[in-house]
């Protein structure tokens, strides 16, 4: 049984989905959370340091960082003593885990923290002609979906599903990831909404498009389909040059 406290469960949210918690084994009173994000979510990322440097008492700074592939990002990483309980918590011989007893102390900020992470809404953007008006109309048999990146395996994912369906009533799928071997969440469209109207008060605005349900106007998914297509038709015309050795 885990008892924890509203800061602990904030932190823990935290590093469910982006965030990680480092140990270095030679300093076994410190731990250390790191958090980082694209340029184009540093607000994200700046909305949970803040609130993190609160309940540590601590001042906080974002860095710039170099990721994958060179990408810039931002970063803020830390260091506490308070932090090797959570670790514990957390880890398994190095590995983040999903244990039941912890999910079964989070609610929905950290749900919603989760999501805004780790989760997307796929909007259809398919386009059915009439053939005998030529009017053009939404694709009925293509709705809008949620998506949760998981990637876990199946036993560790039906675990998530059943925390989130317990937390909103919202069922999802639990579906193979065949590239990985691994599994995600898939929502329908009544179980996304579910998961949406449950969290939205947790959401800041800056993350207000993890949860927009609005439907994408006829003539606006026609724009976005046409750019798409042209974006495709650049990459395949573009060259591969092999990197000089």
Sequence with gaps: FVMLTTDEKFLIGTVLGDGNLHRRFKWENVTSIKLAHAP?????????????????????SITKALNKGDLKAY?????FSK???LYNLMYKEGK??????????????????????DGCI?????????????????????????????YEDF?????????ILKLTEARPS?????KTGLYYLLFNKKSVEKL???????????MAHKIDLTTIPVSERARILKERAIRRQERAATPVVDDIV
């Excluded at 970063?75 to 260091?79: I, M, P, R, T």
């Excluded at 796929?122 to 059915?128: D, E, F, Q, S, T």
């Excluded at 639990?174 to 065949?178: A, C, E, F, T, V």
């Excluded at 949406?196 to 800056?206: E, G, L, R, S, W």
């Design 122 to 150: 796929v909007k259809n953007l398919r386009i059915k002609t009439d053939p005998r008006t030529g009017k053009q109309y939404p694709n009925p048999l293509q709705e809008t979906v949620g998506n949760l990146a998981v």
């Design 40 to 60: 184009k979510e540093y607000d994200w990322l700046q909305w949970k340091v803040d609130k993190a440097s609160k309940i540590l008492n601590s001042s906080a």
């Design 96 to 117: 983040k885990i999903f244990c039941q007893n912890v999910l079964s102390e989070l609610g929905l900020q950290e749900l919603a923290i989760f999501w805004c992470d």
């Design 75 to 79: 970063q803020w990483c830390a260091g």
């Design 83 to 85: 932090f090797v309980h």
């Design 174 to 178: 639990i579906k193979l990831h065949k």
């Design 155 to 163: 036993e560790t994912t039906s675990t998530i599903a059943n925390w």
């Design 196 to 206: 949406c109207n449950a969290i939205k008060i947790y959401v800041p605005n800056c």
